[in-house]
């Protein structure tokens, strides 16, 4: 897949197995796309809790590529895997590959950025040389830099979605759950009736800004563009009209 890293074999590597449950897919029986993105939160969540990295702060996700070339449907067993790849000053590149159990086969990549930012005050800190100790050179010698931190102005003409978060899509730091924001892609896709298959390939890009909460809610807007059999779908979480978070999927029909 697209710009993926392989592990070292210096590199700890940690990996989880399930399988595709009925809360995680479409009428169709394909995994979701807010699915996905929680699989993938969620063995990157695991892995830092099973090498203590979870007591050196808060990390926090930035950025977030998912390279699709299948979406696994009901009832398949995958392998989620996942690995540092690179670092910065205070954040780290997290590489992690959804695979099927039976074939080996790659469906689903991700190059992640994680910020690790103070407990108390949410503030950027440095990572400490432990953290390489942990998981290998790999980690401190490809540099990461992070794109598009700071909010940009809310594009002109794009549509907005009546679209609405829950007390419960909040997380233990009172952020809206990352996997959250892609439940209003899958709203966006069904109502524009731009239909999914689970062999569709496609790239997935978000970018955190800033958090949004049930107290501090964002506006939903998107626009979708159509060109050379590419169907764009851009999503703006927004607050006076400066975005917050943003998501672009791009599909190749």
């Not at 050379?228 to 607050?239: L, P, Q």
């Amino acid at each position: 897949m697209t710009d993926i890293i392989d592990p070292l074999d210096s590199s700890r590597q940690f990996q989880v197995s399930r399988r595709v449950a009925l809360s995680d897919t479409d009428p169709t029986g394909r995994l979701r796309l807010d699915a996905c993105a929680r699989f993938l939160q969620d063995v990157a969540a695991f892995d830092a809790i099973d090498a203590d990295i979870s007591e050196m702060g808060n990390w926090v996700l930035r950025q977030n590529n998912i390279y699709v070339s299948s979406l696994p449907t009901y009832g398949e067993t995958i392998n989620s895997k996942t690995y540092l790849t690179g670092s910065g000053r205070a954040w780290v590149e997290r590489t992690s590959l959804i695979s099927d159990v039976t074939s080996g086969t790659t469906l689903i990549a991700a190059r992640a950025v994680w910020v690790l930012t103070n407990s108390t005050s949410g503030t950027p800190i440095s990572v400490p040389a432990s953290l390489y100790e942990i998981y290998g050179p790999l980690a401190r010698q490809h540099k990461v830099s992070i794109r598009d931190a700071k909010r940009q102005p809310l594009p002109p003409g794009a549509s907005q979605l009546a679209w609405q978060s829950r007390f419960s899509d909040q997380d233990i730091l009172s952020h809206l759950n990352n996997a959250t924001y892609l439940e209003a892609l899958e709203e966006i896709l069904h109502r524009e009736h731009i239909k999914l298959e689970a062999g569709q390939k496609m790239t997935c890009q978000v970018s955190y800004r800033e958090s949004t909460s049930y107290d501090d809610p964002s506006d939903t807007y998107f626009s979708i563009t159509k060109e050379g059999g590419i169907v764009s779908v851009d999503v703006f979480f927004a607050k006076n009209g400066q975005v917050r978070t943003s998501i672009c999927l791009n599909l190749d029909f």
